[in-house]
């Protein structure tokens, strides 16, 4: 059966779908609004804690898993495991594949939208009261969402190679092109230092334990952790790939992506707000690439072209991660249930289309419905970064640490003590998982509770 499977065609190609999955609206969207809401670099420093001594351990060992099973999410716990009830893990993951796609793809619509006006040359309309009277509309915003989900679905029903691999490939190139020319803009303008200050220089006074979770949450939402989308793809990928440093590679490039993002928008926004003598409005939250961005670029010299490149790279973003949310629910649909690849794309587009509607509507019409205060769109964008990526991080850590056999895990990693990783490197990322790992995500969600 496992000889049936599709995999990635070139190491190439395998890269360049693994960092897409990572880089999206996470990097884009998520990132330098967080940086914002957080007091800049502080929280920044504090993200890239956590990704190099948290996240890079568990993402190698989500990729282990994926690649030393072949299987789906589901799939891989149940294969490895002794105790069946460890196969809920997998079960977690879709679902937290799928609660996130049910938000991301309102988003992933704004997008569409916005690069749509942004061609039509219409930022100066483009203010807050545009942005809300759009996204709390009944039909608009619905229709966008299902156009970016179609989007979505019309890459993976190509397949593995002919879908995900060739997309990647091709739309990875242009968002690292696309978003350094932003980037390079951004800080030539007059009064931009000012935002590289505030990325880089950090006020240690702005952390709190609500900042540290958020960073945390951040560090499993951009590198997509947690949610059974690098295990999906690692199972994808040829026996022969050096995990360590393809698990390197991935982290990197996605810390650099955020980074060079937050580079590409905060100082923009500082250089506008200190030629209009204004504050900057770095904290207006969810609103910043929608709300603040749009005035920055019409504020902007050459301002329309800046707006067209950055809206078909958030654009891009979006699509490349959304596909690997999907892409982990189609998978255990084609295994786990025996459906085609052509039916399980488009059970996964009406069930995240149906979600992905009433998220959009409770910007509007289903505003006044509240869980735990949140309305629904703000409650799923939290219980995915915050409870169910690390949620489902912290048990992928304890089944690998303390159900899962070391000697297989280290084999895995090593490639059957092939690849030349030295056993001093495979074994502190052992131990980092094994007790590091959970003690910190515990402590972090307590202390959020607590402080």
């Keep these: 059966e496992n000889m049936k499977r599709e995999n990635f065609g070139s190491r190439f190609g395998a890269l360049m779908a693994m960092v897409g999955s990572a880089v999206g609206l996470g990097n884009m969207w998520r990132f330098p609004y967080l940086v914002g809401k957080n007091g800049g670099a502080a929280f920044i420093l504090v993200y890239l804690l956590f990704v190099v001594f948290l996240c890079l351990p568990i993402l190698v060992s989500e990729y282990a898993l994926g690649r030393r ?33 049910s938000f991301y793809c309102v988003v992933g ?45 019309s890459v993976l029903v190509l397949g593995i190679q002919k879908g995900i691999e060739r997309f990647s490939k091709v739309m990875m190139l242009l968002l690292c092109l696309l978003i350094i020319l932003i980037a390079i803009r951004s800080v030539t303008l007059p009064g931009a230092m000012e935002g ?25 939402f951009s590198l997509s952790i947690g949610c059974g989308t690098v295990l999906t793809y690692a199972s994808y990928v040829s026996k022969k790939e050096n995990i360590i440093t393809t698990s390197f590679m991935v982290a990197a490039f996605d810390t650099l992506f955020a980074l060079v993002a937050g580079i590409a928008i905060i100082p923009a926004v500082f250089a506008i707000a200190y030629m209009n003598g204004a504050t900057p409005e770095i904290g207006a939250g969810p609103g910043l690439v929608f709300i603040t961005l749009p005035s920055v670029f019409n504020a902007m010299p050459m301002g329309n072209i800046v707006a067209i490149l950055f809206f078909v790279t958030l ?53 006044n419905v509240r869980l735990f205060g949140y309305n629904i769109f703000d409650f799923f964008d939290k219980l995915s970064a915050n409870v169910l990526m690390t949620g489902g991080g912290l048990l992928l850590v304890l089944f690998v640490g303390w159900s899962m056999k070391k000697e297989d895990y280290i084999d895995e990693l090593s490639n059957g003590h092939t690849n030349g990783v030295p056993v001093w490197l495979l074994t502190t990322i052992y131990y980092l998982v094994k007790f590091v790992a959970p003690i910190t995500i515990i402590a972090v969600m307590l202390g959020n509770f607590i402080l």
């Design 109 to 153: 619509g704004w997008s569409v939208k916005y690069l749509v006006e942004s061609c039509k040359f219409n930022m100066p309309i483009l203010d807050s009261s545009y942005f809300t009277g759009f996204i709390s509309s009944s039909f608009a915003p619905v229709i966008y969402t299902l156009i970016f989900l179609a989007l979505t679905g």
């Design 196 to 220: 590289m200050k505030y990325l880089f220089v950090p006020n240690l006074n702005a952390l709190n334990g609500k900042a540290l979770l958020e960073a945390l949450g951040q560090s499993f």
């Design 315 to 367: 654009l891009i973003a979006a699509i490349t991660s959304a596909i690997s949310l999907m892409e982990t629910f189609v998978t255990y649909e084609i295994e786990e249930w025996k459906l085609s690849r052509t039916k399980s794309v488009l059970l996964a587009f009406a069930i995240c289309s149906v979600l992905g509607i009433i998220c959009s509507l409770s910007q509007g019409v289903l505003s």
């Design 69 to 101: 099973t072949q299987k789906n999410a589901f799939g891989a716990f149940k294969m490895l495991s002794k105790n069946k009830s460890w196969s809920l893990i997998g079960i977690f993951a879709v679902l937290a594949a799928v609660c996130v796609l």
